[in-house]
């Protein structure tokens, strides 16, 4: 049930643009994107929940294809405080829980 | 408003021993969800509580319990310490716990150490 992130680590210098995908076996109910810097909490980025939904957020968005049970994140001229790992988290149609990915680790360099 | 707080912030235990963490929930939360994060992995649930009663449960076994109070704090105890227990335990609270897709919103965590 634990949805597949990739690709698993990506290195950007500063204004380039990165995708993160996400992709379930499952049929999703919704899709949430977290980032997380090392030793800190997750802190919620966007969630979707319709099939071909998108949201945005600043330079930050994202697509969710109810379809295909897969979501994208979009980060566009990234900034140095975009580094840390991104976590997508899926919710069922069936319950409450969110089943995380293992994350893809992200760093903006200079 | 306040967020999320979780204490200890670190501990270190004992194979076979038993710990309790705690949670508070953000303002204006009736649910809370545990979470256990092993280095370099997501986080993978352990159970949700709703106004004091568990509303789902991971694939973790019943030596991992909880607890939720009025005030909508919760505790998570673990007995029989194992090593694989070591991680950074999260917890996660949101407003209803009764709607699907519901923003979750997590603490800073504890980390445990059994050795």
């Known amino acids: 049930q634990q949805p597949v992130q990739s690709p698993q680590a990506v290195i950007l210098r500063e204004g380039e643009d990165a995708v993160i995908n996400c992709s379930s076996s499952k049929a999703l109910y919704s899709v949430h994107w977290y980032r997380q810097k090392h030793g800190e909490a997750p802190v919620f980025l966007m969630i979707l929940l319709k099939g071909g939904e998108q949201k945005g957020h600043d330079k930050i968005s994202a697509s969710f294809n109810e379809k295909k049970q897969q979501s994208s994140l979009y980060l566009t001229a990234s900034q140095l405080s975009y580094s840390g790992t991104y976590f997508c988290g899926t919710g069922r149609h069936s319950g409450y829980a969110l089943n995380f990915g293992k994350g893809t680790s992200l760093l903006v360099t200079p | 408003e306040t967020g999320v707080t979780q204490s200890p912030t670190h501990l270190i235990k004992t194979r076979g021993q038993q710990v309790t963490l705690r949670c508070s929930s953000q303002?204006?939360?009736?649910?809370v969800s545990w979470y256990q994060q092993a280095l370099g992995q997501g986080p993978q649930f352990i159970f949700q509580y709703y106004r004091e009663e568990e509303n789902g449960r991971g694939n973790f076994p019943p030596r991992f319990s909880g607890l939720q109070f009025p005030n909508y704090s919760s505790e998570l105890n673990v007995n029989a310490l194992e090593l694989d227990d070591s991680a950074l335990y999260l917890c996660a609270s949101s407003y209803t716990g009764l709607v699907k897709g519901e923003t979750q919103y997590f603490g800073p965590g504890t980390r445990l150490l059994v050795l």
């Open positions: 303002s204006g939360h009736n649910t």
